[in-house]
């Protein structure tokens, strides 16, 4: 690795699935705040949601999710209510938009028994036009996915299934204290694509202790031996203050900047070597998929759960601490499952913060937008898109002249563009746009 590299993959920065981040959400965005958003929706626009379900059989110490150990069912039934009456509650509000995807998202959503994911399901069918071509994606935990829980997904028409697995080597696994074998995570994608449950995604993760460039390119082969359309290869964010299961996390076990960058690099190129193609910072596609095609178009996006190929602008997020975006901005619903429960009971929205967006906001996020999916942007032509004058960012040009000069990014006129080799820093040049970092920033996890 070049030298010069070495200072942009130690800083902290944010992940940029939304601008301004959530780190600058307030209380200024409330209850009555989201329905007026939500009255303002189009009638016949569609949307896409997002429900979050934080249950976990146990906890995984590397895990960055808003989640909790559940070990009876009462708590997560009690919450299937609440999402339920949500459901209702979020869809009284709007005119039965089509909904072109749906994400069950946690935790483990298939922690809900599947009475109740059918239950939920029917709200959605009641609530919100769900038509064939709607996707609907769940988060899976091979390790406790019933073959009959199988079935009832398919039946109520899931299309994709996201699995976690990390690392396949289990002196890593038993650190982390996720242990799935390979054969498990294979019977879990069998029986998914048995029952017509097509598009599989892994999720891999560099970083971990006992980590190495050999245990992340076995894991990589062996992941692409289960052949998945899909795999999102995310670096493991060590913030043992905010996450406190992690300070369990040996430490001196954990690799350094370097070996971090040689990790994602021998499983990005196991996986490019294999002919996936690489979409953004994170993730790999296969020729073909929707994600492909949006990328080539320019048509990618990316949101809360990360890349998306779904180009509908009103995400409604249901179930606690979950992001929604709409015209107006960003809204969140409470975070704590006590006030998360009174404001539902009440038959309000959970809405506890959010971030209304200026007009300089959208800018800017059209920008760090671009270059998250794109690795490039045109400067001046988003600038003029958004009514601004092109040298409106003219300071921001100076700044990148240091990133010119490390070789990060190509300059020609107002169109910058990252080179393949520096896409892990991708961040790094959306930091340049983004007009609330402050440079001392502990809350982000490492650019590398
Ligand atoms: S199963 Fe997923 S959400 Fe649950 S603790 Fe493990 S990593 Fe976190």
């Known amino acids: 690795m070049q030298a010069n590299l070495l200072k942009y993959l130690e800083r902290r920065l944010p992940r940029y699935t939304s601008y301004p981040t959530a780190v600058q959400f307030d209380t200024k965005v409330d209850a009555q705040a989201y329905a007026r958003w939500l009255a303002a929706v189009p009638a016949h626009a569609p949307v896409s949601i997002y429900l979050h379900v934080p249950f976990c059989a146990a906890m995984c110490l590397y895990c960055g999710c808003h989640t909790t150990v559940a070990r009876r069912y009462t708590p997560i039934a009690a919450y299937a209510d609440l999402i339920e009456r949500e459901i209702a509650l979020i869809g009284e509000r709007l005119a039965k938009p089509a909904v072109t995807q749906i994400h069950w998202g946690g935790g483990t959503p298939t922690m809900l028994r599947p009475q109740d994911f059918i239950r939920l399901t029917e709200a959605l069918r009641t609530n919100f036009t769900i038509t064939p071509a709607t996707e609907t994606a769940i988060e899976i935990d091979p390790r406790s996915l019933a073959p009959d829980y199988i079935g009832t997904m398919a039946e109520m028409g899931v299309t994709r299934a996201s699995l976690g697995v990390q690392d396949f080597d289990e002196r890593v696994q038993q650190t982390v204290r996720r242990v799935q074998s390979f054969e498990e995570t294979g019977r879990a994608i069998d029986g998914l694509r048995n029952a017509g449950i097509a598009n599989i995604n892994i999720d891999l993760m560099y970083g971990l202790p006992h980590q190495s460039v050999t245990t992340i390119a076995t894991t990589a082969a062996r992941a692409l031996a289960l052949d998945p359309d899909r795999v999102a290869l995310f670096g493991y964010a060590h913030v043992p203050w905010m996450k406190h299961h992690q300070r369990l996390i040996p430490e001196d076990a954990l690799p350094g900047t370097e070996g971090r960058f040689a990790q994602n690099a021998a499983a990005t190129e196991a996986l490019v070597g294999a002919g996936y193609r690489r979409i953004g910072l994170d993730h790999f596609a296969k020729e073909g998929d929707p994600l492909v095609r949006r990328q080539c178009e320019g048509r990618l996006h990316r949101n809360f759960q990360g890349y998306t190929s779904d180009e509908t602008p009103y995400l409604l997020g249901l179930g606690v ?17 006590v006030r ?27 920008i760090i937008e671009r270059l998250m999916c794109d690795l490039q942007a045109d400067i001046a032509e988003i600038c003029r898109e958004h009514g601004a004058a092109a040298d409106h960012l003219a300071a921001e040009f100076v700044k990148l002249d240091n990133l010119v000069n490390d070789g990060i990014v190509e300059r020609r006129g107002s169109m910058i563009k990252m080179p393949e080799h520096a896409r892990t820093l991708v961040r790094s040049v959306c930091a340049v746009f983004d007009a609330y970092l402050t440079g001392e920033e502990t809350r982000f996890s490492r650019a590398s």
């Open 321 to 337: 601490s979950a992001i929604g975006s709409l015209a107006e901005g960003y809204v969140q619903n409470a975070s704590d499952t």
């Open 340 to 366: 998360y429960r009174e404001a539902i009971l009440a038959g309000r929205p959970a809405t506890v913060r959010g971030r209304a967006l200026t007009d300089e906001d959208r800018l800017r996020g059209a």
